[in-house]
Antibody
């Protein structure tokens, strides 16, 4: 079964750093793009960026460029999203999703809830 | 880049057909046949319903179909069922080699 499994919920304070993960299984992880998507409480989906695990080629949305870092480790079929200094406005659910079909994201992780509060 | 424009809400009765629109510009929806549609039930991850404008992934009901004219894409749901009540998001590839989502449409089955 093709699936993406994300790391668990996080509660952090403003200014702290964080790295969340997304592990793929059931397919050749390295050769399919993985995207990260943000969903703030009660809001819509926002595309953050995408990485090609085989060579770590990465593209960011202008809205998220410089705010987060996307990385991948193809040897363990994992993608990561990290922050160096969290803000309260980073409170959201973060999804990873992969393109296994066409030019769309057909396999999604279960989401990681990140709460940033003092 | 701006989000694609979707109606905030639509509603219909069981058995009816309805269409959700998704309007972009020439550098996204209008320039590529890479529009996709996602269904999201409360507390769940999004689910791909349509990809590359008109294609249905395996396992998605034939009642869901997609189309595009110019810079506006559409998702049509025929034979509306209670289980179709959810949020729907469109997405498009862009000229900047990024993707953009629509603001989302809440579908209510009356």
């Amino acid at each position: 079964e093709v699936q993406l499994v994300q790391s668990g919920a996080e509660v952090k304070k403003p200014g702290e750093s964080l790295k969340i993960s997304c592990h793929g299984s059931g397919y050749n992880f390295a050769i399919y793009w993985i995207a990260w998507v943000r969903q703030m409480p009660g809001k819509g989906l926002e595309w953050m960026g995408i990485i090609y695990p085989a060579d770590s080629d990465t593209t960011y949305s202008p809205s998220f460029q410089g705010q987060v870092t996307i990385s991948a480790d193809k040897s363990i079929s994992a993608a990561y999203l990290q922050w160096s200094s969290l803000k309260a406005s980073d409170t959201a659910i973060y999804y990873c999703a992969t393109q296994n079909i066409g030019n769309a994201f057909d396999i999604w992780g279960q989401g990681t809830m990140v709460t940033v509060s003092s | 880049q701006s989000a694609l424009t979707q109606p905030a809400s639509v509603s219909g009765s069981p058995g009816q057909s309805l269409t959700i629109s998704c309007t972009g510009i020439s550098s996204d929806v209008g320039g590529y046949n890479y529009v996709s549609w996602y269904q999201q039930h409360p507390g769940k991850a999004p689910k791909l319903m349509i990809y590359d404008v008109t294609n249905r992934p395996s396992g998605v009901s034939y009642r869901f179909s997609g189309s595009k004219s110019g810079s506006t894409a559409s998702l049509t749901i025929s034979g509306l069922q209670a289980e179709d009540e959810a949020d729907y998001f469109c997405s498009s590839h862009t000229r900047s080699n990024t993707w953009v989502f629509g603001g989302g449409t809440r579908l209510t089955v009356l």
